[in-house]
């Protein structure tokens, strides 16, 4: 082993995504990024061609898409605070599966477990 290659951060070895932006991970600020997507231009295309200039329109959806994605990843940042690994996408599971939306596969039980058999004494 060569003692240069001690300080090494080895990506294939950590548990989980690192933290890019305001404490989102790449897929996290791709989803933000996505949904802001998909909302602002639509929006902001409908809102100046009623003005009358298409063209603005793009430049508003530019200046929305970055303002959804600073306070997304914010809104994540508070969430996400002290919390475990995957926190809010559990949360997010169960909230769906409440509402009935979503069939969550996650154990949501309470009171003690039972492990089918009993210790027996022998004398």
């Known amino acids: 082993m060569n003692p240069n290659d001690v ?10 995504e690192p933290l890019i932006f305001r404490g989102c991970s ?3 600020l791709g ?3 996505l949904c802001a997507v998909l909302f602002w ?3 902001s295309l409908m809102i ?12 508003l959806s530019g200046l ?3 303002a959804t994605v600073y306070v997304g990843a914010t809104l994540f940042q508070l969430v996400k605070r002290g919390r475990p690994d995957n926190y809010y996408q559990h949360l997010m599971m169960i909230r769906l599966n409440d ?5 969550s596969k996650l154990i949501r039980r309470h009171g003690s477990w039972s492990l089918g058999r009993s210790f027996l004494t022998v004398n």
């Open 7 to 16: 300080n090494d951060i080895l990506a294939d070895r950590l548990n989980s």
């Open 26 to 28: 790449n897929s996290e």
């Open 31 to 33: 989803m933000i990024l």
């Open 41 to 43: 231009v639509p929006v």
């Open 48 to 59: 100046a061609a009623s003005f009358g200039a298409v063209a603005m329109g793009l430049g």
């Open 64 to 66: 929305g898409i970055l």
């Open 99 to 103: 509402l009935g939306l979503w069939r």
